[in-house]
């Protein structure tokens, strides 16, 4: 691997900060999203009620309250020798409703400390500046990214970013997995429906509202700092055909058009003829504004992100074959994996798979920003954890992310583990599914004594950073 490669891991601030209400913050629909049975619900926006109830419990509330620890966090990352840290910026910190003429500045202090704290380490800051959050007062006043006032909004926090981090961060995120607009999109944008709402549009006219923020935050970006770099990111991993029978395998480009859709717009410049098609059928109107089709071509991003936890697979739709559970993006099963605790198919292949489709399409530089187990971890008496596991995981993947440098030659920048500090899931706002190197004392319910502990993984991925990739062998004596 090349020498400057930007080995680190990746939290988000909702899953992580907690204090919620602190220095002026504002509620956020993250914050509205509950712990248990009701939480898929909230996830979709379907019906759903947008204050605080008593009903339920909100991880968001508290995270792993990095808001407090981020100073002691920070020092064990760069123990572990992290060249990159992904975090995201809690935009009701910097402007608690969304409309404020002027910046929190409480919230602007508390990510410049962090991004110092980054600074004193050499480790480079990779923002997402919307990672899920969307303030709720914009949910009530205009309906979140349905209405293009949105882009107004967050063109001003990003601005604001731009300026005042100027000489503290240079790699930028404008959307976390935009593709999730689809799958859960109140909580990737803020989303409510009504029962008369046409749902699919919606989602459509919100995705493009995006896209255009999206283009306007790669030019601000450039505007302010020429060296910024700016990239989309999108849910990755490749949709297989179940079966060589031809109709699965149209069945699959279909699958991974949809997803590959928001991203190809923003690496590439404009709708992609397949869409428009699409959309065309389904009769669904896209609000382009005059401008709009100059600005997203003029400008598209330096480089493309992505997430990858599994591949997944497609079978025309009369195959029989149904869809599991695990993933909010759903797949058939694939009979030839093992899937993880929470019935998340395992495929280290996969990424290289997925890493060429996206190398091959583009041909821009390429950043693995999320890749990780959820698992169920147990802390000993001695406070160690044993996560062979994930380790087994992690390498796994790390040996054919080199394999797509090495040998087929993709360009990428970076890896960043999902959840280096074990975090609040997003899917099911559980804690006890943890991604982490690092241990955090800390139940489903925020009980525990949040102390932080060093997993047998934290040795393991200091190594292998340290070796850049060469050592990813685990002998447990480390
Ligand atoms: P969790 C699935 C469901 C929700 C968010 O997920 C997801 C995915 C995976 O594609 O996306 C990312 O916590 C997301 C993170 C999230 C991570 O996957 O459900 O960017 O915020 O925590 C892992 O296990």
Same mark, same amino acid.
């Given at each position: 691997m090349q020498k400057e490669f930007l080995w680190g891991g990746a939290i988000a601030a909702n899953q992580s900060e907690g204090a919620f209400d602190v220095a002026n913050r504002g509620l956020a629909n993250v914050d509205l999203i509950p712990y248990g049975e009701a939480r898929s619900k909230f996830l979709l =926006?379907? +019906?759903? /009620?947008l204050e605080l109830s008593d009903n339920y419990y909100y991880p968001s509330k508290n995270g792993i309250d990095f808001y407090h620890t981020y100073k002691q966090d920070i020092k064990m990352l760069a123990e572990m020798g992290f060249k990159a840290f992904r975090i995201s910026i809690a935009w009701t910190r910097i402007f608690p409703k969304g409309?404020?003429?002027? !910046?929190n500045e409480s919230g602007l202090l508390f990510y410049e400390s962090i991004f110092k704290e980054c600074k004193k380490y050499e480790i480079e800051p990779i923002v997402t500046i919307a990672h899920f959050d969307c303030p709720v007062h914009l949910i009530k006043k205009i309906? !979140?990214?349905? /209405?293009?006032r949105m882009v107004y909004y967050y063109e001003k926090l990003c601005r604001t970013l731009f300026e005042r981090y100027k000489d503290l961060v240079q790699y930028w995120i404008t959307f976390n997995e935009i593709n999730m607009i689809l799958h859960a999109p109140f909580m990737a944008a803020g989303l409510t429906f009504s029962k008369t709402d046409d749902i699919e549009q919606i989602k459509y006219v919100a995705a493009h509202h995006e896209l255009v923020a999206s283009a306007l935050a790669v030019k601000w970006a450039h505007e302010v700092n020429p060296k910024n770099k700016v990239g989309c990111m999108m849910a990755g991993g490749d949709y297989y055909p179940y079966a060589c029978r031809p109709e699965d395998v149209m069945e699959a480009i279909d699958k991974n058009r949809k997803n590959l859709f928001f991203i190809d717009v923003q690496a590439r410049g404009e709708y992609p003829q397949y869409a428009l098609k699409e959309l065309e059928r389904k009769r669904i109107k896209i609000p382009f504004e005059s401008g709009d089709i100059e600005l997203l071509m003029q400008y598209t991003v330096d480089f493309v992100s992505f997430s990858y936890y599994a591949s997944r697979v497609a079978a025309s739709q009369n195959s029989g074959l149904k869809e599991t559970a695990g993933n909010i993006v759903k797949s058939i099963k694939n009979p030839y994996l093992e899937v993880s605790e929470w019935g998340w198919q395992i495929d280290p292949i996969g990424l290289r798979v997925t890493l060429n489709t996206i190398w091959d399409r583009y041909q821009k530089p390429l950043f693995i920003v999320e890749n990780g187990l959820g698992a169920v971890d147990e802390l000993t008496d001695t406070n160690e954890v044993h996560d062979g596991y994930r380790i087994s995981y992690l390498s796994a993947h790390i040996a054919e992310m080199i394999k797509a440098v090495e040998i087929d030659g993709v360009g990428l920048i970076g890896y960043t583990s999902w959840g280096c500090i074990d975090l609040v899931s997003a899917g099911t706002g559980e804690m006890k599914k943890r991604y982490g190197f690092i241990y955090v004392d800390?139940?489903?319910? %925020? +009980? =525990? %004594?949040k102390k932080r502990y060093k997993k047998d993984s934290f040795y393991w991925f200091k190594q292998v950073i340290e070796s850049n990739g060469q050592n990813l062998d685990w002998k447990k004596e480390n």
């Open positions: =926006g379907e +019906n759903i /009620d409309d404020e003429t002027e !910046a309906g !979140a990214w349905r /209405d293009r800390q139940d489903d319910f %925020s +009980n =525990g %004594s």
